[in-house]
């Protein structure tokens, strides 16, 4: 199956600055890779998603880089203030034609804002 | 109706209970999922959906049990789980399985 490494683990940044994230996946098969983010207690919520076919893709402050030959995507954060403040979440999504078709997710990232 | 919703919010329940959790969306979404989130972890898929047909992830137990009634609701059905069961139940939904999936807030369970 689909394998998803998220690094780091743990992210510290002064307001202002910019954050990285970034995830490797396993399968070249893989076609949709969304970013998620999860305050503490609540859900899961999609910030910005990239698919096979696309190298980048850019929503305000936020970008997601996508590297086929290389498998890897990344996460770009920029102008972070202290709501960015949550643990960040890459997952991978690859068809496998009838089996459990779902997403794989990365470890996650908790990024930390300074003031 | 852009929401996915879950009930019960909070659940304690013993190992040799009976329980159900519920799921429902109104979004016309045609693949409905379950996962399983340990506290610090990533979210973990459990069961799809996909046109109110099961694909199932050979490592679930099956003391977990799905049921998809219809197109807009999704149950788990419980039974005789175990203390390490223990964790925050997720229900998603997407227009595809490879669109983008929205959860629902979650069903807190612990198992006593």
């Known amino acids: 199956g689909e394998n998803v490494e998220q690094h780091p683990s743990t992210l510290s940044v002064q307001e202002g600055d910019s954050a990285v994230i970034k995830c490797t996946y396993s399968?070249?098969?893989?076609?949709?890779f969304p970013w998620y983010k999860q305050e503490l207690g609540k859900r899961p919520q999609l910030i910005i998603d990239?698919?096979?076919?696309?190298g980048e893709k850019k929503d305000q402050r936020i970008a997601v880089t996508l590297n086929k030959t290389a498998k890897h995507f990344s996460l770009h954060i920029t102008e972070t203030q202290p709501e960015d403040s949550a643990v960040y979440f890459c997952?991978?999504?690859?068809?496998?034609?009838?089996?459990?078709?779902?997403?794989?997710f990365g470890k996650g990232t908790h990024l930390i804002i300074q003031p | 109706d852009t929401e996915v919703t879950q009930t019960p919010k909070h659940l304690v329940m013993g190992m040799t209970n009976k329980k159900s959790l519920k799921c429902e969306q109104h979004?016309?979404?045609?693949?409905m999922y379950w996962y399983k989130q340990k506290a610090k972890k990533p979210p973990e898929l459990m069961f799809v959906?996909?046109?109110?047909?099961?694909?199932i992830n050979e490592s679930v137990p099956s003391r977990f049990s799905p049921e998809c009634p219809n197109s807009s609701l999704l149950n788990l059905h419980l039974h005789a789980l175990q203390p390490e069961d223990s964790a925050l139940y997720l229900c998603?939904?997407?227009?595809?399985?490879?669109?983008?999936?929205?959860f629902g807030p979650g069903t807190r369970l612990t198992v006593t």
């Open positions: 998603a939904s997407s227009q595809g399985t490879d669109y983008e999936q929205y």
């Open positions: 959906y996909s046109y109110e047909k099961l694909s």
């Open positions: 399968d070249s098969a893989s076609n949709y």
């Open positions: 997952a991978a999504f690859i068809n496998s034609g009838g089996g459990a078709d779902g997403l794989t």
């Open positions: 990239i698919r096979s076919n696309v």
């Open positions: 979004m016309g979404h045609r693949a």
